[in-house]
């Protein structure tokens, strides 16, 4: 019944099959399909509008899909009875944006959802809140306010944020994309480490250097599907696909 | 049955704040516009609405009364043109009161960035005074304060009350015709006044000949505002005795003898007139907020 | 005190300025007493005010269109008509029309005082303003945030409690003081159904002793402090709810 209790872990931790998903006549995703295993690091690629962000929004159910499957450690995500809750607890999401919560401090934007939403105990969260600060390199600026804080330590702040659930996925859309170009180095070495680390991540990304050196597999989507894809050693060289060579000769 | 049904689907909230913020749905988010979050237009014949259901209240009203005495809905028409003669003074008190206001206001608000120190804080303070003074405690100022009659060189000017209400209207007026001005004023960037003065323009001809044309468009809607605040205010001269249309109103309940069936009916006719008057002008302000604020 | 009241006797003796809420008794008592229920008024209005303002701005994102028209209707009306007529149509035409109650005298008195209808009718009056106010607040809060708490697993409600109200709170503040502060100008219009606030108490002094400019100065100057106070009150709080590098 319960297909979660089924899952195991030699079986894709993220499992994508032959999505399909409109914004009313627009059809952003035409049937994309990969797996993600525990502990992969996967970098998914492609140009502007192409339903990469729009995909792995679909896995943490901030948007639903009208076809297909996604199960999260053999959770369906397309299911109209979803428990929402339990999975946004295993998927944890780093926004573009940032989108930290400007009226509380940087510890407390951390120590919120495990007090609201796990209802965990307090001290305990801070204690923990403390160590992810210092994980992600902000240590002393706990009680800064995200306005107080520059594009890059507020990322790195969201990241610990998602990181306080402790996830089994983490997704990140774009992370770097509104940063300045200095600081997006000191984001890319936390989410690095989180890799090294063995946490599951999907990437959605503009860093093609990151990317190649990170990920364990690359995928290159165009107009809603997925083009091609490949570990990175091959992806980057071997591009057989006109459009992934178009597309790497512009950006690389 | 229905409890089933609705547990047997997925778990919202009725709050509606939290729906449109929702990302849950797309469909939701492309009908935002259209959809929840969006509040109705409420349209001008709304007020017919409103004052169709009054008649018809006031049509139930008669039908219940009692025989022998006059209907309501006559008693109204009755007096329709008495009332409305007195809610054409008040849109004239609202008029005066306002060209008073305005003009006052305007050179008070232009004191309020003056250079000088003095001027700047005295017409500062004269604006916070009868801006944060109730208008009703104004116009109870003016009604006890101003004499009936002024002397101009040998010349007996009498000051009636209606005249002394107008001024005792005009004084708030000032005051916030003042703020909306000196707002007006310090909101323009400050380029524009070096560029004036790096064109030998004195700071006189900079005020009048650049920055005010350009204020105008941006005072145009809290002027705007502000007139039909005032002109709801006209009828605080009925609690000093001016007969203005609800001192007739209530000179009319008592000369139909007080009856009580009449109070919904007449108060609410009194209403409905302001509202026809009022929210033309409140939403063209509205109107031009919006399209202000795409130009600017 | 007593010292004081003497002087202000003196006062009067030598130059005919007549304070005598401060050296009689009797005035004395009904303006301070009538100094309370301007401020009781007030507070009375403020609190219910709000509360009109919440659940109509809770109200207004109903999915009923007629829910939301019916709140749009009460707004407009109440902003494009006198709050003095608002006033009179609730005290004289809905409180005839409300049943009368024996009071412990026997006789027969109206269910709801003047006081009562004051508050209705200025808590509506105030309350239609806050509807749009607290509206424009919570329309303010970036879906974007709210997103990042529902990936966090907050659920509508939480992230309504924890997230868009403490934000779009600290947007409305400048305009809801604003509102309070004509509230508590606005209250004067009690004076007009006979409710004992500080302008009627003042006119019934000044009857009795036909010191018009003398409590006129008072009256204005009170009313004044009174707003000043609420201002800077307001602003002090509205500094302390700024959250650094939010907002302008």
New interface residues.
Partial sequence: MNTAAAWTPDQPMVSIKDVHKSFGELEVLKGVSMDIMKGECVCIIGPSGSGKSTLIRCVNALNDIQAGSITVEGQEVNDPNLDKLALRKKVGMVFQQYNLFPHKTALENIMMAPIHVLKQDKTEVEARAHRLIKKVRLSGKESNYPGELSGGQQQRVAIARSLAMNPDVMLFDEVTAALDPETVKEVLVTIRELAEEGMTCILVTHEMGFAREVANHIYFTDRGIIVEHGPPATFFTDASDPRTQEFLSQIL | MSRRQASLQ?????????????????GR??GRDSG??A??R?AYW?GFL?LAALLLSAGVAEAQSEPGRAGILETMIKWTPLLFEGFLFNILISFMAMAIGTVAGGFLGIWQISLLPSVRRGSWLVT??FR???????L??CM??LPFQIEIFGLVVPLPDWLKATFGLALPVMANVSEIVRGAIQSLPSGQWESAESLAFTRRQTLWMIILPQCVKRMLPPWMNLY?ILT?????A??VGVSEV?TLTGEVLSAEGGR?DL??P???Y??VW??IY??PI?RWTVYLERRFAVNA | MEQVASWFLWLYQETGINLPIVYDSFDRKRFAEGFLTTVWLSLVCLVFSVVIGIVGAWLQGSRLVWTRRLVQGYIQFFRNTPPLVQMYFFFFALGNLLPTVENEFGFQQPMLGNFAWAAISLSFFAGAFNVEIFRSGIEAVPKATVEAAEALGYNRLQAYLHVVLPLAFRVCLPALNNNLVNLVKTTTLAYAIAVPELLYVSNQVWSDNVNVPEMMTILLFIYVGLVGILVWAMNRWERAMKVPGYGA
Avoid: E, K
């Avoid at chain 2, 997925?10 to 797309?26: E, K, Q």
């Avoid at chain 2, 709801?232 to 605080?236: K, Y």
């Fill in positions: 997925r778990p919202t909230t009725d709050l509606p704040v939290l729906i449109a913020p929702s990302a849950g749905s797309t988010t492309a929840c979050g509040p109705p409420l709304h409103l916070q005074f944060n003074a109730p208008w009703l405690v104004l109870f100022f006890f304060l039909a709801m205010a006209t009828v605080l009925s609690v609800m009580t109070l919904v007449f108060y609410s009194i209403l302001f509202f009022c929210y409140a």
